[in-house]
C-alpha cells in the first residue's frame, strides 16, 4: 500500500507497481494504492481489469487504474494476489470521468466505479471472448436490448460502412437545428439545449442526430428516464443506423444481457449507448455526443451514493472528452436555462408560427370567463369546461386522456361540510379510504375509523382530498356510460392506445401515446402539483403538464387541452403560452435572488444532531459557506445546507469529503450522509 512520501524509486525486486482503487468505501482510504505484479500475471494486470488484492489484512476487490514503473511508497509493498478477468472493463476516460464526478459530489470513487461498471457475469464474458476469439465462424450479436436477438454484426473492420447521416428535411422545424446536425457530423463540439415541439417525435430526432455523429465517425450516449422510452429510442434507431449498430443498457435487462451490452460497447463492437442512467458511464469509442431527454424527471438522479444526476455525469463528460451536449425535453430545466444563459449551449427552439400551428388549444378553468360562465370551476374537480371537451372529443371518436397526480385510491380524506383534513382520533394520522365502499382507515397505524365524527363541524361524510386514478377512472366511467375506459399508472403502464372513443385516466409519466393523438387531454388536481413544500413544485407541475399536452393533436385537428386551475399562475401561463424557456428564465431569476441551486452550489448533509454537528465542526468550509438549518429530516435525524457561491463549488466538495475521512479514520458510529444539490432541499 502506498505511504505519503514519494521517492520515485522502483521497487526493490524489479516487479512492475500497479495502482489500484480498493473497493473500500471509505472516505479516508479514497486514493490509489500501490502494488506489485507478479510475473505471472504480468500479461493480464493491464490498466481497466478487475482486480483482488490484500487490504488490512483482507482480501478485497478493486479496479487496476494504471501500471507504473516506480512507487512513490518507501515501505514495503504487497502484490496483487489475482487478476480477477483479463477483460479491461474500466476505459481510461471512464476512470477519469468518475473521479471528477467522485470529487464534484464529495464522494469515493469506490462508489462512482460500482455505479460505471456493471457486476461481472462469468459465462457472458467467456462467451464474447470466445466470440472474439472466431469472429468468422460467430459474429457479433451484442445481446443487449429489445430488438438485440435479431441485430446483425456491429460495425468493425470488417464491416466498415457508416450509416447514412439525416436526411435533408431532419430539424428542419427548428432553425438552428440544421446546423446542430452539420455541426455534429463535422466532429465539433456543439452544446445545445432544445425546446421539443407538441407532438413531436423526439426519438426520430434524436436518432437524426446520432445518425450525423457516427456519419461523423464518433460515438454517442444517450440517456432517457425509463424503460418506456428507451424501447421508442431504441425502435428510431435501429430505423436511423441500422441493425447491430447500438446497444439498450439497462438495469432491467438483467445481469446478463446488461453486462453483454455493456461489453459490446466497451470492446468497441458497437459506436452508440442508449439507455436509463446506467448508460450514464457507458464506455464508447471517441465519443461525439452525450444527450439526455427530459432532464427534470428524477429518475435522472441515482439513488446511490454519492448520488450523482444524469444530466451532470454527461455534461462533465461532454466537457472532459470535447464532445457535443443536447439536452432536451418539452419543458426545459433551471439548470438547462443556466447553461444557456452562461452561453455554454445555445438554445434550439422553433418560432412562434411553427409553434401555434403544432399546439393543441389550451385553457383554463380558473380565469374570469370561466368563472362567470360556471361560478363551481373555482372548487369543482370535474368543471363543465373539462367536461364539455371530453365528450366532445368522444363523439367525434377520438381518445380522451385524463391526468391525475395520485396512484390508487384515495390518498387522503377530508369532512364533506368543511373540508378539514380527517385524522386518526388515536394517532392524528391521515385517514385514506381503500376503495369506493371501503371504511376509512388510518395511513399511519391501520385502525378502521368506521364511526368518524369531524372534529370541526361534527359532521359523517367524506369527500376525496385528492382522488386517485382508479377512483377517476370509475367516476368518468360512470359520467361517460358506455365509453371503454382504461387506467395507465404504477399496475399496468400502457404503451399505446388505439385511436378511437376512449378514456384514459393516466398518472405523470404513466402517459400512453394515442394513435393520431388525444382529442382532449384534461389535467385534474392541479393544486396538488403546484402547493407541494418544494423548491422545484411549479418547474415539475409544469413538466407533467407539458408531456401530457404534448401528446393532444394539434389544435386545427381538433386537440384541446384543459387545465384545472387559475390561469393568472405562471406555470399555467407557460402552458397556455407553450413558452417552457420562459417560464425557466423566471425560475432561475427567482433562483438567483433567494440563493437556491442552480444558482448556487448547495449541499446537504444529514444525520442525527451530533454527527451532523461533529462533521460540520472538522470541515474546514470556504470562507463564503452560509449554514442554513436545521430542519427536520426523518426520524430522529435532521438536516443541515450548506451554500456556497458557483465558483466555491469544488471547495465546498472537498471540505465535505475531507471531514468526512475524519470521520471514517476515528470510526465514527453514527454515519453521515452528504448531498450536493439534492433534488429535495425541504
Same mark, same amino acid.
Given at each position: ?26 472516505a ?8 506489485l ?58 476512470a %477519469?470521468? +468518475?473521479? *471528477? &464526478? @467522485?470529487?464534484?459530489? $464529495? #464522494?469515493?470513487?469506490?462508489? /462512482?466505479?460500482?455505479? =460505471? ?5 462469468a459465462?457472458?464474458?467467456?462467451d ?35 450509416p ?5 428535411d ?21 452544446r ?12 426520430? %430526432?434524436? +436518432?437524426? *442526430? &446520432? @445518425?450525423?455523429?457516427? $456519419? #461523423?465517425?464518433?460515438?454517442? /450516449?444517450?440517456?432517457? =428516464? ?13 430505423t ?29 463492437d ?10 450514464m ?17 428524477d429518475l ?17 463528460? *461532454?466537457?472532459?472528452?470535447?464532445? $457535443? ?8 430545466? =433551471? ?16 418560432d ?5 400551428a ?18 363551481g ?13 371530453a ?11 385524463v ?56 359532521g359523517?361524510?367524506?369527500?376525496a ?32 392506445v ?65 387545465v384545472?386551475?387559475?390561469g ?18 423566471r ?8 440563493g ?69 479514520a476515528r470510526?465514527?458510529?453514527?454515519p ?11
Amino acid at each position: 500500500m502506498t505511504g505519503t512520501r514519494r521517492s520515485d524509486r522502483r521497487p526493490a525486486d524489479g516487479s512492475p507497481v500497479a495502482r489500484v482503487c480498493v473497493d473500500v468505501p471509505l472516505a479516508h482510504l479514497d486514493r490509489p494504492f500501490d502494488y506489485l505484479v507478479p510475473a505471472e500475471l504480468d500479461a493480464d494486470a493491464v490498466p481497466g481489469v478487475r482486480v483482488k488484492v490484500r487490504f488490512a489484512g483482507q482480501l478485497v476487490d478493486g479496479w487496476l487504474l494504471e501500471r507504473a514503473d516506480d512507487s512513490g511508497h518507501t515501505g514495503r509493498l504487497a502484490y496483487l494476489e489475482k487478476v480477477v478477468s483479463p477483460e479491461p472493463v474500466l476505459a481510461p476516460e471512464v476512470a %477519469r470521468l +468518475a473521479r *471528477a &464526478v @467522485a470529487d464534484r459530489y $464529495a #464522494g469515493n470513487l469506490a462508489d /462512482v466505479l460500482r455505479l =460505471a461498471v456493471p457486476p461481472r457475469h462469468a459465462r457472458v464474458e467467456k462467451d464474447v471472448r470466445a466470440r472474439a476469439a472466431a469472429p468468422e465462424e460467430n459474429p457479433a450479436v451484442p445481446d443487449a436490448g429489445p430488438a438485440a436477438p435479431e441485430e446483425g454484426p456491429a460495425a468493425s473492420d470488417e464491416n466498415p460502412v457508416a450509416p447514412a447521416g439525416p436526411g435533408p428535411d431532419a430539424w428542419r422545424d427548428y432553425p438552428a437545428g440544421p446546423a446542430l446536425l452539420r455541426a455534429l457530423a463535422e466532429g465539433r463540439a456543439a452544446r445545445a439545449v432544445w425546446s421539443a415541439l407538441p407532438g413531436e417525435d423526439w426519438p426520430a %430526432r434524436y +436518432a437524426e *442526430a &446520432v @445518425a450525423a455523429t457516427v $456519419a #461523423g465517425g464518433r460515438g454517442a /450516449v444517450v440517456v432517457v =428516464a425509463d424503460n418506456r422510452d428507451l424501447d421508442r429510442l431504441d425502435a428510431a434507431l435501429h430505423t436511423a443506423l441500422g441493425p447491430g449498430r447500438h446497444v439498450c443498457l439497462s438495469a432491467a435487462l438483467g445481469p446478463a444481457r446488461r453486462y453483454r451490452a455493456f461489453l459490446a460497447a466497451r470492446r468497441g463492437d458497437v459506436a452508440v449507448v442508449v439507455g436509463t442512467r446506467a448508460a450514464m458511464f457507458a464506455p464508447v469509442a471517441r465519443l461525439g455526443l452525450v444527450a439526455i431527454w427530459d432532464d427534470g424527471d428524477d429518475l435522472h438522479a441515482e439513488p446511490r451514493a454519492p448520488y450523482p444526476h444524469a444530466r451532470e455525469v454527461l455534461l462533465t463528460r *461532454a466537457q472532459l472528452g470535447d464532445a $457535443a451536449a443536447l439536452v432536451g425535453g418539452y419543458t426545459r430545466t =433551471a439548470e438547462a436555462q443556466l447553461l444557456v444563459e452562461t452561453g455554454w449551449a445555445r438554445e434550439v427552439v422553433a418560432d412562434r408560427a411553427t409553434l401555434r400551428a403544432r399546439m393543441p388549444a389550451i385553457a383554463p378553468t380558473g380565469d374570469d370567463p370561466q368563472l362567470a360562465r360556471d361560478p363551481g370551476a373555482a372548487t369543482a374537480r370535474l368543471p363543465s369546461l373539462a367536461w364539455t371537451t371530453a365528450r366532445d372529443s368522444l363523439r367525434a371518436d377520438l381518445p380522451v386522456l385524463v391526468q391525475v397526480p395520485r396512484r390508487g385510491y384515495l390518498p387522503s380524506v377530508a369532512c364533506a361540510e368543511c373540508r378539514t383534513p380527517a385524522r386518526c382520533p388515536h394517532c392524528a394520522g391521515p385517514l385514506a379510504l381503500p376503495s369506493a365502499e371501503g371504511t376509512p382507515a388510518c395511513r399511519w397505524c391501520g385502525r378502521v375509523a368506521a364511526a368518524y365524527a369531524c372534529p370541526e363541524c361534527g359532521g359523517r361524510r367524506l369527500r376525496a382530498s385528492v382522488t386517485g386514478a382508479r377512483r377517476t377512472a370509475e367516476e368518468l366511467g360512470r359520467a361517460f356510460p358506455g365509453v371503454p375506459v382504461r387506467t395507465s399508472g404504477r399496475e399496468e403502464v400502457l404503451a399505446t392506445v388505439p385511436g378511437g372513443a376512449g378514456l384514459v385516466v393516466a398518472t405523470p409519466g404513466a402517459e400512453p401515446v394515442a394513435d393520431g393523438g388525444f382529442g382532449a387531454v384534461l389535467l385534474l388536481d392541479s393544486w396538488a402539483l403546484l402547493t407541494r413544500a418544494d423548491l422545484r413544485a411549479g418547474e415539475e407541475a409544469l413538466r407533467r403538464w407539458l408531456a401530457a399536452a404534448a401528446l393532444a393533436r394539434p389544435a386545427a385537428d381538433g386537440g384541446r387541452v384543459v387545465v384545472v386551475a387559475d390561469g393568472a399562475l405562471a406555470p399555467v401561463q407557460a402552458l397556455l403560452r407553450w413558452d417552457a424557456g420562459w417560464f425557466a428564465a423566471r425560475e432561475l431569476a427567482e433562483r438567483r435572488e433567494l440563493g437556491f441551486p442552480p444558482a448556487v452550489r448547495m449541499a446537504s448533509v444529514t444525520g442525527l444532531p451530533a454527527a451532523v454537528a461533529d462533521l460540520l465542526a472538522e470541515a474546514r468550509l470556504p470562507a463564503e459557506a452560509e449554514l442554513l438549518g436545521p430542519v427536520p429530516a426523518d426520524g430522529e435525524r435532521e438536516r443541515m445546507l450548506v451554500r456556497v457561491p458557483r465558483a466555491r463549488a469544488g471547495a465546498l466538495a472537498g471540505a465535505l469529503h475531507s471531514a468526512a475521512g475524519v470521520r471514517t479514520a476515528r470510526k465514527a458510529a453514527e454515519p453521515v450522509r452528504l448531498q450536493v444539490d439534492p433534488l429535495a432541499l425541504f
